[in-house]
């Protein structure tokens, strides 16, 4: 039986070329959105994938959607924890709101999803785990003290939980994006946009399906020995 895979905020963007790209290699995939219900319904009806609505800020909503994925699908066996939000704003006019809202979606959703998950991957002795960081979680970005804090938290987090759950079976990795073609990077401004992907040596953004194509690697079950890592797929923007 193929393993089980859930994707947060897989129904667009990089989350969506994941969810995909699991599917198309014979997982059993499931994928989490916030609350864009019309992209969520084209999604289903585009590729067969349930999608499933909670908040990965909410830590009780991330436990019950696990138990009823459990029950309708199976449980998580393999998580890429996805979703994220930007609220960019130079560091002397950011909100506070700015600040927890990335800090608690792309930061905290990482903890209430991974805190969701372990239990069941412990006791089964298999689970791997891929965390979406960023470029700038590596590097820092103006305007970004919120996501870059929460991206490189990610890091982090992915090494001690790699630690914990080593001897357990399951594997705790990172990909760091690069500036890749979603509507993420799109809502940066232009001429800003412009100047950074002028500094990507391959000379171009990203393709969703490229960062899609990393996690299908790391999930692999023949990839038990890759722990704690961050593999970077940045077209050479930060090595
Ligand atoms: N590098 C160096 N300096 C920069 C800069 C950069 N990338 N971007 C802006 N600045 C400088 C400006 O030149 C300006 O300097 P001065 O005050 O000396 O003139 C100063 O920072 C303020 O810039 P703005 O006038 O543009 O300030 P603003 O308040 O209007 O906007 C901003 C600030 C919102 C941060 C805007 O610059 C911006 O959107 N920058 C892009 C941020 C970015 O790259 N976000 C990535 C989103 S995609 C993503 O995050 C996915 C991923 O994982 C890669």
């Not at 989350?15 to 999604?43: C, H, I, S, W």
């Not at 990965?56 to 066996?77: N, S, Y």
């Not at 820092?140 to 982090?156: R, T």
Request: hydrophobic share 45%; charged share 15%.
């Amino acid at each position: 039986m193929s393993r089980i895979a859930l994707v947060t905020g897989g129904t667009r963007g990089i989350g969506a070329a994941t969810a995909l790209v699991l599917k198309q290699a014979g997982y059993r995939v499931a994928v989490t959105y916030a609350g864009n219900e019309a992209g969520a319904q084209r999604f289903r009806e585009a590729t067969d994938i349930p999608a499933y609505q909670w908040s990965v800020a909410d830590f009780a909503a991330c436990q019950r959607g696990v138990d009823r994925l459990a029950t309708e699908l199976g449980p998580v066996e393999i998580l890429v924890n996805n979703a994220g939000v930007t609220h960019d704003s130079m560091l002397h006019k950011m909100t506070h709101e700015a600040w927890e809202s990335v800090i608690g979606i792309d930061l905290g959703g990482c903890f209430n999803m991974c805190r969701a998950v372990i239990g069941g991957m412990r006791a089964r002795s298999f689970g791997r785990i891929v965390n979406i960081g960023s470029v700038n979680g590596q590097q820092g970005q103006v305007g970004q003290a919120n996501y870059a804090a929460a991206k490189a938290g990610i890091l982090g987090f992915t090494k001690a939980l790699a630690l914990e759950t080593a001897s357990h079976g399951i594997t705790v990795n990172a990909i760091a994006p690069g500036y890749t073609a979603t509507d993420m990077v799109t809502a940066v401004p232009a001429a800003i946009l412009e100047t950074i992907v002028a500094r990507i040596p391959v000379g171009r953004l990203g393709k969703p399906e490229e960062i899609a194509r990393a996690v299908l690697f790391l999930v692999a079950d023949e990839a038990g020995f890759i722990t704690g890592s961050t593999l970077s797929v940045n077209g050479g923007q930060h090595m």
